[in-house]
């Protein structure tokens, strides 16, 4: 069962991915009942959650069976806890390749005026291409843009578009995996299979692995950068509990 749902994770294409996850999701947390792990998010507790990633980046016990959240959306949903985001009056807010696990809880706030935008997400309010937003600019306060940059041709022109979308003053958060190891970006563009780019890239689907250069090559798209480190922010949480990556920081770009 565990090679299945592997080889499903790795080859069936993202928009049936989301779909069937919604069947998924009412199966898994049966099977996973306990008290080991917990999610923030949802708030519910497993006897532990499930593998996710390719087979360079497997990791274990890390996505939830109900709400589907990995450790960078935990990490995440803990960060905005500290924020104003559920409580200022009124938020303009574009969330770019929308999560599951957010979705709704974002959808359903009162105080945000919340519109998704995606390539192909069936779960999208807007389809386009991030190299060339066909909107005005300076429309909105927050915009959330997480786990794109890896998979794009043009990194820079997509973050300097996302900066020309976002309201002066506005804030917003674009995650993407990084190796922390790596003090600079590594990416080659000659580097074009499947199997090669998941070797070096970490997925079959992405184009760069970034360094810790990540925060320099925002600011050269325009923006202001703070960083949001959880050992330092968080105080005492049970990482273990919680299966948060204690070195994943997460860099709030600002203009």
Same mark, same amino acid.
């Given at each position: 069962?565990?090679?299945?749902?592997?080889?499903?994770?790795?080859?069936?294409?993202?928009?049936?991915?989301?779909?069937?996850?919604?069947?998924?999701?009412?199966?898994?947390?049966?099977?996973?009942?306990?008290?080991?792990?917990?999610?923030?998010?949802?708030?519910?507790?497993?006897?532990?959650?499930?593998?996710?990633?390719?087979?360079?980046?497997?990791?274990?016990?890390?996505?939830?069976?109900?709400?589907?959240?990995?450790?960078?959306?935990?990490?995440?949903?803990?960060?905005?806890?500290?924020?104003?985001?559920?409580?200022?009056?009124?938020?303009?807010?574009?969330?770019?390749?929308?999560?599951?696990?957010?979705?709704?809880?974002?959808?359903?706030?009162?105080?945000?005026?919340?519109?998704?935008?995606?390539?192909?997400?069936?779960?999208?309010?807007?389809?386009?291409?991030?190299?060339?937003?066909?909107?005005?600019?300076?429309?909105?306060?927050?915009?959330?843009?997480?786990?794109?940059?890896?998979?794009?041709?043009?990194?820079?022109?997509?973050?300097?578009?996302?900066?020309?979308?976002?309201?002066?003053?506005?804030?917003?958060?674009?995650?993407?995996?990084?190796?922390?190891?790596?003090?600079? $970006?590594?990416?080659?563009?000659? =580097?074009?299979? /499947? !199997?090669? @780019?998941?070797?070096?890239?970490?997925?079959?689907?992405? #184009?760069?692995?970034?360094?810790?250069?990540?925060?320099?090559?925002?600011?050269?798209?325009?923006?202001?950068?703070?960083?949001?480190?959880? $050992?330092?922010?968080?105080?005492? =949480?049970?990482? /273990? !509990?919680? @299966?948060?990556?204690?070195?994943?920081?997460?860099?709030? #770009?600002?203009?």
């Amino acid at each position: 069962m565990k090679k299945i749902y592997k080889f499903l994770l790795n080859n069936l294409p993202r928009p049936l991915l989301i779909r069937l996850s919604y069947l998924f999701k009412i199966i898994a947390p049966i099977a996973y009942k306990g008290n080991n792990v917990k999610c923030p998010v949802c708030e519910k507790s497993f006897r532990k959650f499930l593998s996710y990633g390719s087979n360079i980046a497997h990791r274990e016990n890390v996505l939830c069976p109900y709400d589907l959240t990995l450790e960078r959306h935990r990490l995440m949903w803990l960060y905005l806890q500290k924020t104003d985001f559920f409580k200022a009056e009124k938020l303009d807010v574009l969330h770019v390749a929308p999560e599951q696990c957010f979705h709704k809880k974002f959808k359903s706030q009162n105080n945000l005026n919340y519109t998704t935008a995606d390539l192909e997400s069936p779960i999208a309010d807007l389809h386009f291409d991030l190299h060339s937003i066909p909107l005005e600019d300076n429309l909105y306060d927050v915009i959330f843009c997480n786990h794109v940059m890896e998979h794009v041709k043009d990194d820079l022109q997509c973050m300097k578009e996302l900066y020309r979308v976002m309201k002066p003053g506005g804030w917003g958060i674009f995650q993407v995996p990084i190796d922390y190891d790596n003090p600079v $970006t590594y990416e080659d563009n000659s =580097i074009t299979s /499947e !199997k090669d @780019r998941e070797i070096h890239f970490w997925q079959k689907d992405h #184009v760069r692995l970034y360094g810790l250069d990540y925060p320099k090559k925002l600011e050269k798209a325009g923006f202001k950068i703070d960083v949001f480190d959880p $050992t330092k922010s968080l105080g005492k =949480i049970n990482y /273990e !509990k919680l @299966r948060l990556n204690p070195k994943e920081l997460i860099f709030i #770009v600002n203009k």
